[in-house]
């Protein structure tokens, strides 16, 4: 017995896009609302279902994954990224999977923590002689330094600032073709194309050049690059020249933004419920900083991931059935798209309760236990489960707690503070924010001293 998809209709022609145009967030929202959990959507002559259940969504991502491919929303992403991770399928990704997989091992992310470490101290040395500041730009500075170091070993400042400006470019192409899929293809010569290009070409010949790099001397090192240039799959084999620069290049997009925002919205949050902040401060008093980041019973883990919750950076990625099936007792054709909204899921009273409530104490083991597993998914799930998933929480526990145990976030205008939804969830607009010292604060130089910066 199968059931029909209820829906909320929209013109012939266009389906529902004028809704999705004036807001993602609200429309997804009320879809659950008026319609339910599985709800059939039309965007010109493409289905899509927009699921919130959350054994539903195990379905997609777990148990009958390969019935499913990438979004096409996900292919707009394929003239930088090429065949890496994100973008690959079937034995290509499971190939490369195996090669990069071994890349994020522990040894690597002991180091990571370190060189978090290091760029935090750098922001602190900022932010005590500029007190304004916009958070959304420093913690977008702060995760390319990070990524740039970390995946491609580079530390030269010159380098990084090429790489971040050249990101910045490739993710403002990415918001355009997002809001506007029937842009030119991008072969075509228009002048935001030429700029992509340029961008593009840039970061491959510093990625180029730091492979050369590598390849004279790899040994001992533990960047991202260093461990893939030695990596090799069980026939011996290493990564082709093309596939190891998509690779990189994923690292970089993919491990940067979305870490960046879920920073932004977690100081976003924390400016504004100063009883979160001081209990924070009072675990970073007595916490080891060496382990800190890793502890994942840490208050500031919790934060985190109530952030995550509330504001999920990735809040609604998709599926395109391969194949008719059935999800539960709906059926779903060939090439349906299967769209999972964190934004809803994540916000739905049902899980947690007093949903809108920023309340990082929700999370004991015991709430985790209880709840279902695809209730909250900051990081998909399945066999294409993040893979940068326990460097961007030890990021985002390290940065947090380097910065909190000296200093005090104010908004300028929370009241101003609002999600924007692109390709990821950014806040519309610039968020300023004072920055004052608290008194008898542990500084991040003295931190920086003690475990060296020679990373
Ligand atoms: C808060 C930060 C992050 C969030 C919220 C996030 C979220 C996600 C989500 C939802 C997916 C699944 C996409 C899908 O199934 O279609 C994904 C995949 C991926 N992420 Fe992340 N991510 C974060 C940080 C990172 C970092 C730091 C890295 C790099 C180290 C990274 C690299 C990747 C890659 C390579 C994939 C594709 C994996 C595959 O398909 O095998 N991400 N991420």
């Not at 499913?68 to 992403?77: D, E, M, Q, S, Y």
């Not at 461990?227 to 997009?253: K, N």
């Not at 692109?422 to 920055?435: D, E, Q, S």
Request: glycine share 6%.
């Amino acid at each position: 017995m199968t059931r029909d998809i209820p829906g909320p209709g929209g013109s012939w022609l266009l389906g529902n896009l004028a809704d999705f145009r004036a807001g993602m967030l609200p429309f997804f929202e009320r879809c659950r609302r008026d319609y339910g959990t599985v709800v059939a959507l039309r965007l010109g002559p493409r289905r899509l279902i927009l699921l919130s259940d959350p054994s539903l969504i195990e379905e997609v991502l777990v148990t009958k994954n390969k019935s499913f491919k990438k979004h096409f929303a996900t292919r707009l992403l394929k003239p930088v990224l090429g065949n890496g991770l994100l973008l690959s399928e079937g034995n290509q990704w499971l190939r490369q999977r195996r090669l990069v997989q071994p890349a994020f091992s522990r040894r690597f992310t002991d180091e990571f923590v370190q060189i978090v470490r290091l760029h935090t101290s750098r922001l602190a040395d900022t932010w005590r002689q500029n007190p304004r500041r916009e958070l959304y730009h420093d913690m977008t500075q702060l995760t390319v330094q990070i990524a740039a170091h970390a995946f491609l070993g580079i530390s030269d400042a010159k380098d990084t600032e090429e790489i971040g400006a050249c990101l910045e470019v490739t993710h403002a192409d990415f918001e355009r073709r997002f809001q506007q899929p029937w842009s030119l293809p991008t072969w075509i010569p228009t002048a935001p194309n030429r700029r992509l290009h340029r961008a593009v070409q840039s970061l491959t010949s510093i990625i180029d050049r730091m492979i050369d790099e590598r390849r004279k001397d790899a040994d001992g090192r533990h960047d991202a690059l260093s461990l893939l240039l030695r990596a090799e799959d069980e026939q011996g084999e290493r990564m082709p020249i093309q596939l190891l620069r998509d690779e990189v290049m994923t690292l970089l997009l993919a491990g940067h933004d979305t870490t960046a925002n879920g920073l932004t919205w977690t100081w976003s949050l924390l400016a504004q419920h100063d009883g979160v902040m001081s209990r924070l401060r009072d675990e970073l008093r007595h916490a080891k900083s060496e382990t800190h980041p890793r502890d994942e019973a840490s208050f500031a883990r919790k934060i985190v991931k109530e952030s995550m919750r509330l504001f999920p950076p990735v809040f609604v990625f998709g599926r395109e059935a391969i194949s008719a099936m059935n999800l539960g007792d709906y059926p779903i054709q060939k090439g349906d798209s299967i769209l999972m909204p964190q934004w809803v899921v994540h916000r739905d009273a049902q899980f947690f309760p007093d949903p809108l409530a920023f309340d990082p104490d929700r999370w004991t083991t015991e709430f985790e236990r209880e709840l279902p597993k695809y209730a909250y998914f900051p990081f998909g799930g399945g066999p294409r489960v993040c893979i940068g998933k326990e460097v961007a929480m030890v990021e985002a526990t390290g940065v947090l707690a380097a910065l909190a145990s000296e200093f005090d976030v104010s908004l300028e205008d929370p009241a101003g503070l609002t999600p924007w939804p692109t390709v990821t969830l950014r806040p519309k607009g610039p968020v300023w924010a004072h920055i004052r010292r608290r008194n008898g604060s542990v500084t991040t130089s003295r931190i920086e001293r003690q475990t060296g910066s020679d990373v």
